[in-house]
Protein backbone atom coordinates (compact mmCIF):
# COMPACT_ATOMS: atom_id res chain seq x y z
CA UNK A 1 0.00 0.00 0.00
CA UNK A 2 1.23 3.72 -0.87
CA UNK A 3 2.13 5.62 2.05
CA UNK A 4 -0.83 8.13 3.33
CA UNK A 5 -2.93 6.54 0.61
CA UNK A 6 -5.69 6.27 3.21
CA UNK A 7 -5.45 5.63 6.75
CA UNK A 8 -8.88 3.39 7.15
CA UNK A 9 -11.27 4.33 9.80
CA UNK A 10 -12.79 2.06 12.47
CA UNK A 11 -10.54 -0.55 11.34
CA UNK A 12 -11.01 -3.12 14.15
CA UNK A 13 -14.73 -2.43 14.64
CA UNK A 14 -15.61 -2.44 11.21
CA UNK A 15 -13.99 -5.93 10.57
CA UNK A 16 -15.13 -7.25 13.86
CA UNK A 17 -18.70 -6.62 12.54
CA UNK A 18 -17.79 -8.73 9.91
CA UNK A 19 -17.96 -11.79 12.08
CA UNK A 20 -15.53 -13.65 9.68
CA UNK A 21 -15.71 -17.12 8.98
CA UNK A 22 -12.18 -18.81 8.20
CA UNK A 23 -13.81 -20.33 4.76
CA UNK A 24 -16.03 -17.32 4.27
CA UNK A 25 -16.27 -14.83 1.13
CA UNK A 26 -16.27 -11.22 1.72
CA UNK A 27 -16.26 -8.33 -0.18
CA UNK A 28 -15.02 -4.79 0.49
CA UNK A 29 -16.55 -2.48 -2.27
CA UNK A 30 -14.52 0.10 -0.63
CA UNK A 31 -10.99 -0.88 -1.62
CA UNK A 32 -8.91 2.47 -2.18
CA UNK A 33 -5.62 1.93 -0.03
CA UNK A 34 -6.52 -1.73 0.84
CA UNK A 35 -6.12 -1.09 4.53
CA UNK A 36 -9.62 -3.04 5.59
CA UNK A 37 -8.80 -5.66 2.92
CA UNK A 38 -5.49 -6.76 4.25
CA UNK A 39 -7.50 -6.89 7.82
CA UNK A 40 -9.75 -9.02 6.31
CA UNK A 41 -7.57 -11.37 4.72
CA UNK A 42 -5.54 -11.41 7.89
CA UNK A 43 -8.25 -12.97 9.46
CA UNK A 44 -9.15 -15.21 6.18
CA UNK A 45 -7.99 -18.84 6.20
CA UNK A 46 -6.37 -20.65 3.71
CA UNK A 47 -9.71 -21.16 1.65
CA UNK A 48 -11.49 -18.30 1.98
CA UNK A 49 -11.87 -15.68 -0.54
CA UNK A 50 -12.15 -11.62 -0.71
CA UNK A 51 -13.44 -9.72 -3.81
CA UNK A 52 -12.32 -5.87 -3.28
CA UNK A 53 -13.85 -3.11 -5.42
CA UNK A 54 -12.74 0.05 -6.47
CA UNK A 55 -13.59 2.03 -9.94
CA UNK A 56 -10.43 4.87 -9.31
CA UNK A 57 -7.49 3.50 -11.57
CA UNK A 58 -5.21 4.69 -8.93
CA UNK A 59 -6.31 2.12 -6.29
CA UNK A 60 -5.04 -0.15 -8.69
CA UNK A 61 -1.38 0.99 -7.18
CA UNK A 62 -2.13 -0.89 -3.82
CA UNK A 63 -3.22 -4.46 -5.24
CA UNK A 64 -2.63 -7.48 -2.91
CA UNK A 65 -0.82 -10.06 -3.94
CA UNK A 66 -2.73 -13.06 -2.16
CA UNK A 67 -4.18 -16.18 -4.29
CA UNK A 68 -7.45 -15.30 -1.96
CA UNK A 69 -7.64 -11.60 -3.34
CA UNK A 70 -9.84 -10.84 -6.06
CA UNK A 71 -9.89 -6.75 -7.46
CA UNK A 72 -12.20 -5.43 -9.45
CA UNK A 73 -11.90 -2.28 -11.04
CA UNK A 74 -15.79 -1.48 -11.53
CA UNK A 75 -18.24 0.94 -9.52
CA UNK A 76 -20.08 -1.16 -6.57
CA UNK A 77 -23.29 -0.27 -7.93
CA UNK A 78 -22.86 -3.35 -10.18
CA UNK A 79 -21.63 -5.45 -7.12
CA UNK A 80 -23.87 -8.47 -7.88
CA UNK A 81 -23.42 -8.62 -11.64
CA UNK A 82 -19.18 -8.61 -11.45
CA UNK A 83 -19.71 -11.06 -8.62
CA UNK A 84 -21.69 -13.57 -10.48
CA UNK A 85 -18.89 -13.22 -13.35
CA UNK A 86 -16.36 -15.28 -10.88
CA UNK A 87 -19.49 -17.79 -10.06
CA UNK A 88 -20.26 -15.73 -6.60
CA UNK A 89 -23.76 -15.73 -5.67
CA UNK A 90 -23.69 -15.56 -1.81
CA UNK A 91 -21.58 -14.05 0.78
CA UNK A 92 -20.91 -14.24 4.05
CA UNK A 93 -20.11 -10.39 4.54
CA UNK A 94 -19.79 -6.96 2.99
CA UNK A 95 -17.81 -3.98 3.77
CA UNK A 96 -18.09 -0.54 2.57
CA UNK A 97 -16.17 2.79 3.84
CA UNK A 98 -18.16 5.70 2.01
CA UNK A 99 -17.14 9.05 0.55
CA UNK A 100 -13.97 9.94 -0.60
CA UNK A 101 -10.42 8.77 0.30
CA UNK A 102 -7.79 11.07 1.77
CA UNK A 103 -5.62 9.98 -1.47
CA UNK A 104 -8.54 11.62 -3.90
CA UNK A 105 -8.45 14.77 -1.36
CA UNK A 106 -4.61 15.14 -1.22
CA UNK A 107 -4.10 14.95 -4.95
CA UNK A 108 -4.74 18.67 -6.12
CA UNK A 109 -5.52 17.70 -9.55
CA UNK A 110 -8.42 15.95 -8.83
CA UNK A 111 -10.27 18.83 -7.59
CA UNK A 112 -11.96 16.72 -4.65
CA UNK A 113 -10.62 19.47 -1.94
CA UNK A 114 -11.07 22.94 -1.36
CA UNK A 115 -7.43 23.20 0.04
CA UNK A 116 -5.85 23.20 -2.69
CA UNK A 117 -6.61 25.26 -6.91
CA UNK A 118 -6.88 22.05 -8.55
CA UNK A 119 -9.16 21.64 -11.98
CA UNK A 120 -12.79 21.17 -10.97
CA UNK A 121 -13.06 17.09 -11.91
CA UNK A 122 -14.04 15.18 -8.85
CA UNK A 123 -14.54 12.22 -10.91
CA UNK A 124 -14.51 9.39 -8.40
CA UNK A 125 -13.75 6.83 -11.94
CA UNK A 126 -11.84 9.24 -14.15
CA UNK A 127 -13.10 7.59 -17.40
CA UNK A 128 -16.53 9.08 -16.23
CA UNK A 129 -18.26 11.91 -19.07
CA UNK A 130 -19.28 14.50 -16.05
CA UNK A 131 -16.97 16.64 -14.03
CA UNK A 132 -17.49 19.15 -11.99
CA UNK A 133 -16.53 21.33 -14.29
CA UNK A 134 -19.34 20.31 -16.95
CA UNK A 135 -21.95 20.49 -13.92
CA UNK A 136 -20.94 24.16 -12.86
CA UNK A 137 -20.70 25.32 -16.34
CA UNK A 138 -23.39 23.95 -18.42
CA UNK A 139 -26.38 22.89 -15.30
CA UNK A 140 -29.11 25.31 -15.41
CA UNK A 141 -29.52 27.82 -12.55
CA UNK A 142 -32.51 25.47 -11.71
CA UNK A 143 -30.60 22.52 -11.27
CA UNK A 144 -27.95 23.80 -9.60
CA UNK A 145 -29.94 25.11 -7.20
CA UNK A 146 -31.60 21.85 -6.81
CA UNK A 147 -28.57 19.64 -6.29
CA UNK A 148 -26.73 22.77 -3.61
CA UNK A 149 -30.01 22.53 -1.42
CA UNK A 150 -30.43 18.47 -1.69
CA UNK A 151 -26.80 17.86 -1.41
CA UNK A 152 -25.21 20.46 0.49
CA UNK A 153 -28.30 21.37 2.50
CA UNK A 154 -27.41 25.05 1.76
CA UNK A 155 -30.48 27.13 2.57
CA UNK A 156 -29.18 30.01 -0.06
CA UNK A 157 -28.52 27.83 -2.81
CA UNK A 158 -30.80 30.02 -5.26
CA UNK A 159 -28.76 32.34 -4.72
CA UNK A 160 -25.67 30.56 -5.09
CA UNK A 161 -26.82 29.24 -8.46
CA UNK A 162 -27.68 32.59 -9.30
CA UNK A 163 -23.82 33.95 -8.74
CA UNK A 164 -22.35 30.83 -10.55
CA UNK A 165 -25.01 31.20 -13.86
CA UNK A 166 -23.92 34.93 -13.93
CA UNK A 167 -20.32 34.39 -13.40
CA UNK A 168 -19.51 31.65 -15.65
CA UNK A 169 -21.69 34.15 -18.08
CA UNK A 170 -18.46 36.44 -18.43
CA UNK A 171 -15.20 33.74 -17.58
CA UNK A 172 -15.68 29.95 -17.69
CA UNK A 173 -15.31 28.37 -14.28
CA UNK A 174 -12.65 25.98 -14.23
CA UNK A 175 -10.80 25.41 -10.95
CA UNK A 176 -11.68 24.89 -7.26
CA UNK A 177 -10.23 28.69 -6.47
CA UNK A 178 -11.68 30.05 -9.34
CA UNK A 179 -15.18 29.01 -7.67
CA UNK A 180 -14.00 29.95 -4.43
CA UNK A 181 -13.30 33.66 -5.84
CA UNK A 182 -16.98 33.52 -7.28
CA UNK A 183 -18.57 32.65 -3.98
CA UNK A 184 -16.54 34.42 -1.77
CA UNK A 185 -19.37 36.73 -0.80
CA UNK A 186 -21.46 33.89 0.60
CA UNK A 187 -18.11 32.85 2.37
CA UNK A 188 -17.90 35.08 5.91
CA UNK A 189 -14.21 34.20 7.31
CA UNK A 190 -16.05 31.96 10.42
CA UNK A 191 -17.41 29.41 7.53
CA UNK A 192 -15.55 29.64 5.05
CA UNK A 193 -14.59 25.83 5.38
CA UNK A 194 -17.78 24.54 6.15
CA UNK A 195 -19.52 26.39 3.21
CA UNK A 196 -17.20 25.51 0.50
CA UNK A 197 -16.98 21.99 2.29
CA UNK A 198 -21.02 22.16 1.57
CA UNK A 199 -20.67 22.99 -1.86
CA UNK A 200 -17.93 20.49 -2.67
CA UNK A 201 -19.49 17.76 -1.51
CA UNK A 202 -22.99 18.45 -3.44
CA UNK A 203 -21.30 18.84 -6.51
CA UNK A 204 -18.93 15.70 -5.82
CA UNK A 205 -22.35 13.73 -5.27
CA UNK A 206 -23.85 14.58 -8.24
CA UNK A 207 -20.73 14.10 -10.01
CA UNK A 208 -20.59 10.42 -8.90
CA UNK A 209 -24.34 10.04 -8.53
CA UNK A 210 -23.01 8.68 -4.99
CA UNK A 211 -26.82 8.57 -3.47
CA UNK A 212 -28.04 6.57 -6.36
CA UNK A 213 -25.28 4.27 -6.19
CA UNK A 214 -25.48 3.70 -2.48
CA UNK A 215 -29.09 2.92 -2.39
CA UNK A 216 -28.57 0.53 -5.63
CA UNK A 217 -25.87 -1.26 -3.50
CA UNK A 218 -28.00 -1.75 -0.81
CA UNK A 219 -31.26 -3.07 -2.56
CA UNK A 220 -28.82 -5.90 -3.37
CA UNK A 221 -27.68 -7.16 -0.43
CA UNK A 222 -31.00 -8.91 0.90
CA UNK A 223 -30.46 -11.25 -1.86
CA UNK A 224 -26.40 -11.07 -1.83
CA UNK A 225 -25.92 -12.17 1.92
CA UNK A 226 -26.04 -15.75 3.25
CA UNK A 227 -28.38 -16.27 5.65
CA UNK A 228 -26.45 -15.19 8.72
CA UNK A 229 -23.64 -12.96 6.45
CA UNK A 230 -23.27 -9.43 7.92
CA UNK A 231 -23.32 -5.92 6.37
CA UNK A 232 -20.99 -3.28 7.48
CA UNK A 233 -21.49 0.47 6.68
CA UNK A 234 -19.10 3.27 7.06
CA UNK A 235 -20.59 6.39 5.94
CA UNK A 236 -19.79 10.26 6.33
CA UNK A 237 -22.28 12.58 6.28
CA UNK A 238 -26.02 12.72 6.87
CA UNK A 239 -27.24 12.36 3.62
CA UNK A 240 -25.68 8.45 3.66
CA UNK A 241 -26.29 7.77 7.34
CA UNK A 242 -29.82 8.15 6.55
CA UNK A 243 -30.22 5.98 3.98
CA UNK A 244 -28.01 3.61 5.87
CA UNK A 245 -30.08 3.94 8.68
CA UNK A 246 -33.48 3.77 6.99
CA UNK A 247 -32.71 0.58 4.84
CA UNK A 248 -31.61 -1.47 7.64
CA UNK A 249 -34.47 -0.75 9.50
CA UNK A 250 -37.42 -1.15 6.53
CA UNK A 251 -35.93 -1.98 3.33
CA UNK A 252 -36.52 0.99 1.99
CA UNK A 253 -35.66 4.79 1.48
CA UNK A 254 -38.90 6.76 1.99
CA UNK A 255 -42.29 6.28 2.47
CA UNK A 256 -44.19 3.69 5.93
CA UNK A 257 -43.44 0.46 6.48
CA UNK A 258 -46.55 -1.55 5.70
CA UNK A 259 -47.71 -4.17 8.52
CA UNK A 260 -50.08 -6.98 8.03
CA UNK A 261 -53.12 -7.75 10.06
CA UNK A 262 -51.06 -9.76 12.96
CA UNK A 263 -48.62 -6.42 13.08
CA UNK A 264 -45.65 -8.36 11.31
CA UNK A 265 -43.48 -6.40 8.86
CA UNK A 266 -41.31 -7.62 5.85
CA UNK A 267 -38.07 -5.70 6.32
CA UNK A 268 -35.54 -7.96 5.21
CA UNK A 269 -32.65 -6.55 7.55
CA UNK A 270 -32.33 -5.95 11.05
CA UNK A 271 -29.59 -3.51 12.55
CA UNK A 272 -26.70 -6.06 14.66
CA UNK A 273 -26.06 -3.63 18.05
CA UNK A 274 -25.71 -0.09 18.39
CA UNK A 275 -24.03 2.93 15.81
CA UNK A 276 -20.57 3.15 16.36
CA UNK A 277 -18.57 6.18 15.84
CA UNK A 278 -15.04 6.74 16.37
CA UNK A 279 -12.76 7.19 19.71
CA UNK A 280 -11.44 10.43 20.78
CA UNK A 281 -7.60 8.41 20.34
CA UNK A 282 -8.91 7.71 16.69
CA UNK A 283 -10.13 11.03 16.05
CA UNK A 284 -6.55 12.58 17.93
CA UNK A 285 -4.62 10.33 14.94
CA UNK A 286 -6.91 10.54 11.89
CA UNK A 287 -8.67 14.14 12.10
CA UNK A 288 -10.78 12.87 9.05
CA UNK A 289 -12.71 9.90 11.16
CA UNK A 290 -14.27 12.06 13.04
CA UNK A 291 -17.38 12.12 11.33
CA UNK A 292 -17.73 8.17 10.63
CA UNK A 293 -20.77 6.34 11.65
CA UNK A 294 -20.65 2.59 11.57
CA UNK A 295 -23.70 0.78 11.16
CA UNK A 296 -23.92 -3.00 11.34
CA UNK A 297 -26.67 -5.26 9.78
CA UNK A 298 -27.42 -8.71 9.04
CA UNK A 299 -31.05 -10.39 7.43
CA UNK A 300 -33.87 -11.04 9.45
CA UNK A 301 -35.19 -14.54 9.60
CA UNK A 302 -39.30 -13.60 8.93
CA UNK A 303 -39.68 -17.17 9.24
CA UNK A 304 -42.00 -18.45 11.82
CA UNK A 305 -40.57 -20.32 14.34
CA UNK A 306 -41.58 -23.83 15.31
CA UNK A 307 -43.68 -24.82 18.14
CA UNK A 308 -41.99 -26.62 20.93
Known amino acids: MKMNYHNPVLLKESIDALAIKE ?4 V ?5 G ?9 RLGSEGKLFAFDQDPDALGNLIDDERFVLIPENFRFISRFLRFHRIRKVDGVLADLGVSSHQ ?4 ERGFSIRFDGDLDMRMNQKSKTSAKEIINTYSEEKLAEILFLYGELRNSRNIAKTIVEEREKEKI ?3 FQLKNVLKKYLPNALEHKILAQI ?4 RIEVNEELDVLKEFLQQMPNLLNE ?3 LSVISYHSLEDRLVKRFIRTGMFSGELEKDAFGRSNEPMKKVGKLIIPNAAEIKINNRSRSAKLRIATLKNNKPKAKS
Open 23 to 26: DGVY
Open 28 to 32: DVTFG
Open 34 to 42: GGHSREILK
Open 105 to 108: FDEA
Open 174 to 176: ETS
Open 200 to 203: FQAI
Open 228 to 230: DGR
